[in-house]
């Protein structure tokens, strides 16, 4: 079983198109989160949720809108893609004890 | 937004050397983690260190936690090849990670 899980994997798409990623958390947790990591590996977080609240929202452009119907699912929608929003995009829940990462959503914006 | 800084960005080793690696704040945090990102994963959580002075081993692997708070190191000992892969301290403050810059390890045949 996936602890938590992204789709799509993959996702290559053009300038100006709008795209979401899903994720999904099977551990009960009721904090989840979007990080953003560079072509230099750099991670940095852009939305943290709890229990469906809006917590943390590190000045990411009005472009990215996360939605989060129930504690276990955190989406990330993106209007109007840019070449600089290419990165990997991680969802990640966390519970007292530590975080989980998903495996990553590769975003290429052509 | 806040880094911290790691340090070194890569290594370059031969199997069986023991690795070390380090991370630095301008900032107090009050748990401190090690994660291991392998190609088209997502970072897994290696160690964590919830008290100033904490020594901490898992295996081959041993952090400190600074005196400070403002900074950890990181140690591998005898490596061996899927040790390969980057290594992330984070420095976490309520409920956001603020991530190093990561160290990249390669093991040369």
């Known amino acids: 079983d996936t602890a938590v899980s992204q789709t799509p994997k993959y996702l290559v798409t053009q300038m100006g198109n709008d795209k979401s990623i899903k994720c999904e958390q099977n551990l009960g947790h009721d904090t989840m989160y979007w990080y953003k990591q560079d072509s230099k590996k750099f991670l940095k977080i852009m939305f943290s949720?709890?229990?469906?609240?809006?917590?943390i929202n590190e000045t990411v452009p009005n472009r990215f809108s996360p939605k989060s119907p129930d504690k276990a699912h955190l989406n990330l929608h993106i209007n109007s893609l840019e070449l600089g929003d290419s990165a990997v995009y991680f969802c990640?829940?966390?519970?007292?004890?530590?975080?989980?990462f998903g495996s990553g959503t590769r975003l290429t914006v052509v | 937004g806040q880094q911290l800084n790691q340090s070194p960005q890569s290594m370059f080793i031969q199997e069986g050397e023991d690795v070390s690696m380090n991370c630095t704040s301008s900032s107090i945090f009050n748990t401190w983690l090690w994660y291991k990102q392998d190609p088209g994963e997502g970072p897994v959580l290696l160690i964590a260190?919830?008290?100033?002075?904490e020594l901490t081993s898992n295996g081959r692997l041993t952090a400190q936690f600074g005196i400070t708070r403002k900074d950890s190191f990181l140690n591998i000992s005898a490596s061996i090849p899927s040790d390969v892969g980057i290594y992330f301290c984070?420095?976490?403050?309520?409920?956001?990670?603020?991530f190093g810059t990561g160290t990249r390890l390669t093991i040369i045949p």
């Open positions: 984070a420095g976490q403050g309520g409920e956001k990670l603020t």
């Open positions: 990640a829940s966390s519970s007292y004890y530590g975080y989980t």
């Open positions: 949720y709890n229990n469906k609240e809006l917590i």
């Open positions: 260190l919830y008290k100033a002075g």
